[in-house]
């Protein structure tokens, strides 16, 4: 774990817990990024991205820094969605509509030729596509996607994040890629 996260960490401790909006600054794109992948909602992503960061101040004091800040602070936001998704409370938005405020869903999926309107569009489509069947699988099938293939972590850690076994990443992510493959041949 950087230094600066465990100093941060102590000092909020300690009573210092202005310097907690340091931690959220570094790592509010990071759990914002999560909890959109993994709800497609904007309005219930910045409220579980609030929520996560909550309840992580509260519980600075179980932090254990022989793991990295980050690995625990994917825990704490993986749990909240899973908690929400369990309730069904979230109330997801369909892909093909634009979004109210706008913003378009540039996640990198899918590369093309900026410049040529038919590609943006044909590629628009397939983001579209992509998201849709992500939203459409399991959700241990769908975290696992997004935190490899979105958030771009290792096995090791997707391993630590989600308290599995390496081998048990490897075939967790093997199934949600079938059932991702399966859902999109279907369509």
């Not at 997801?92 to 509509?97: E, G, V």
Request: some cysteine.
């Amino acid at each position: 774990m950087p230094q600066d996260d465990l100093k941060i960490i102590e000092a909020c401790l300690l009573g210092n817990s202005r310097v907690f909006s340091q931690l959220i600054d570094k790592y509010k794109s990071m759990v914002y990024n999560l909890a959109y992948r993994m709800c497609g909602n904007y309005h219930d992503s910045e409220d579980i991205t609030q929520e996560a960061f909550v309840k992580t101040y509260q519980s600075l004091s179980h932090y254990n820094p022989a793991f990295r800040f980050s690995t625990w602070l994917y825990q704490i936001t993986l749990n909240i969605i899973r908690d929400r998704l369990k309730k069904k409370n979230l109330e997801s938005i369909s892909l093909d509509k634009p979004l109210p405020d706008g913003r378009a869903i540039k996640d990198g999926l899918v590369s093309g030729e900026e410049g040529n309107p038919e590609n943006c569009l044909e590629n628009q489509l397939r983001k579209e596509k992509l998201m849709q069947a992500i939203m459409n699988l399991p959700v241990q099938y769908r975290e696992i996607i997004v935190l490899r293939h979105l958030q771009d972590l290792s096995y090791r850690e997707l391993s630590s994040i989600l308290k599995i076994s390496p081998d048990t990443v490897k075939v967790r992510l093997f199934r949600a890629r079938e059932q991702l493959k399966n859902i999109l041949e279907k369509n």
